[in-house]
């Protein structure tokens, strides 16, 4: 069969709708699995299709185009299959920053590669070499937007990994004075000088303005505190999107302008649901805090609060009563690896007649959906977990609220001080279950450096150490 260009643009045609698909079943747990498959489709069908294409216009240099694609394709599928088996739970915001940063990059690379090589591209004009003015114009916002997404990610990956020394990598925000005056600064200059490319598609403006791009990145991300990282991974999500788009143009390629789309808006969305979540302004963290200033966490004042603390056993006999227990997971149960020991722990409940459910709140965890992957990765019925507005009305028939490993998503301060930073933040209400378990290292406060009230309360009992050991002997405790 020949490859016609219509029926390319039908196979492209086809993977896009793989792609929808794919978007609509990963929005909800129950079919995350199917909507995996179809974006996995999409991509075969995407990739299968260019390759062919190559082929077919590349002649000789098509041939040498081809193996490139080709070396491209193992080393990178290689990479990505190692990474996705050895990943942990843990460590999956991480990656998926990482996964920004490489697509901004790509962006950049192909951007650089055009302006180089404008001819192998199809994209000169009949009457000379210079570039097009509306393909200049594609370059220079996909260049600028990849740069932005690439250094903002490496910043994003350094802060969620919390391994590197150097302050810029530091989970608390970096501030100076006049920093957004000078970021607006740069912003105006970069694209001052993406007009001046455009003028002239001299390589001298192209290479000034991905050197600001490149700090525009990081400046824009360093001022943003470690308990809006969520929002920040969502966010460089969308940027890449929005990358890949415009790079679509240049090469007008329709498979990745729909699919950078389709990132780019979804991505926006989801951005602007964990900014109400957290009651964040959403333009605030997509500035780079701009105009956030209110310091974060002052905690008790040095204040003394006493707390009751329990043993595995003593939690062990409430549960074992309950007849209706509802469990928030947090960050450190992912740390402490404990989902498929809660499972157990629940199974153990439901075979004694407790009715048991899961709370999980918009940015519990290090990225959105973290913990509804947790708790899939152990196979914890779909039917058993719930979003915040559908759970939150059960708390107060709740016998026993567990939180496991999480701060300030269930911090009462939320509701109840309208002087705290968290103030009209969306929680999970477990404080209105008739008792609490909380289960935590220690009393050390969460990303958003917060005492919470939660702890304090008389029916509230804390049981201190590793979330897997607590589990699994408070499970012991009940067989």
């Not at 100076?176 to 912003?187: E, K, R, S, V, Y």
Request: aromatic share 8%; net charge neutral.
């Amino acid at each position: 069969m020949t490859l016609s260009m219509n029926l390319v643009t039908l196979l492209y045609l086809v993977a896009s709708v793989f792609f929808i698909q794919a978007l609509k079943g990963l929005s909800h747990p129950a079919t995350s699995r199917r909507g995996n498959l179809f974006g996995m489709t999409g991509m075969a069908i995407a990739v299968l299709t260019t390759v062919a294409l190559i082929v077919k216009i590349g002649g000789e240099a098509g041939a040498a185009g081809l193996a490139y694609v080709l070396v491209a394709l193992v080393v990178g599928g290689a990479i990505g299959a190692t990474m996705a088996k050895r990943v942990e739970m843990t460590k999956m915001p991480e990656l998926v920053a990482f996964m920004h940063s490489m697509i901004g990059l790509a962006a950049v690379c192909i951007a650089v590669a055009e302006v180089a090589e404008p001819h192998a591209f199809g994209i000169v004009a009949a009457a000379g070499d210079a570039l097009p003015l509306g393909n200049r114009v594609e370059l220079f916002i996909g260049a600028i937007v990849g740069a932005i997404t690439f250094s903002g990610s490496v910043i994003a990956f350094g802060k969620l990994s919390g391994k590197y020394k150097f302050r810029l990598f530091q989970g608390a925000p970096v501030r100076f004075a006049g920093q957004h005056w000078i970021n607006l600064l740069i912003a105006l200059t970069t694209v001052g000088l993406g007009v001046g490319f455009w003028a002239t598609a001299q390589w001298t403006p192209f290479v000034l303005m991905l050197v600001l791009a490149f700090a525009l990145g990081v400046l824009i991300i360093i001022p943003i505190g470690g308990a809006d990282m969520p929002v920040v991974v969502s966010m460089l999500n969308s940027y890449s999107g929005w990358a890949a788009a415009g790079i679509g143009f240049s090469l007008e390629n329709s498979m990745l302008i729909i699919a950078g789309s389709l990132v780019g808006s979804s991505g926006a969305i989801l951005s602007y649901i964990m900014c109400k979540a957290m009651n964040r302004s959403f333009f605030n963290v997509i500035l780079g805090g701009f105009g956030g200033e209110v310091s974060v966490a002052q905690g008790t004042g040095g204040a003394q609060r006493s707390v009751k603390s329990g043993s595995p056993d003593d939690a062990a006999f409430l549960l074992s009563n309950a007849e209706s227990v509802i469990i928030v997971p947090g960050y450190g149960l992912a740390v402490a690896r404990a989902q498929h020991a809660l499972k157990e722990l629940a199974q153990r409940l439901v075979e004694r007649g407790v009715n048991v459910k899961y709370a999980i709140h918009p940015v519990a965890g290090r990225m959105p959906g973290h913990m509804n992957v947790l708790l899939a990765e152990a196979e914890v019925p779909y039917d058993q977990v719930f979003e915040m507005d559908d759970i939150n009305p059960e708390f107060a028939q709740a016998d026993v609220a567990v939180v496991l490993g999480a701060n300030d998503v269930v911090n009462p301060a939320a509701k109840n001080d309208p002087k705290s930073p968290i103030a009209g933040m969306p929680i999970l209400e477990a404080y209105k279950a008739k008792t609490v378990i909380v289960n935590k290292r220690s009393m050390a406060t969460g990303y958003a450096g917060l005492d919470n009230d939660l702890f304090y309360l008389d029916k509230t009992m804390m049981v201190f150490g590793d979330a897997k050991k607590v589990i699994e002997d408070i499970t012991k405790a009940i067989e």
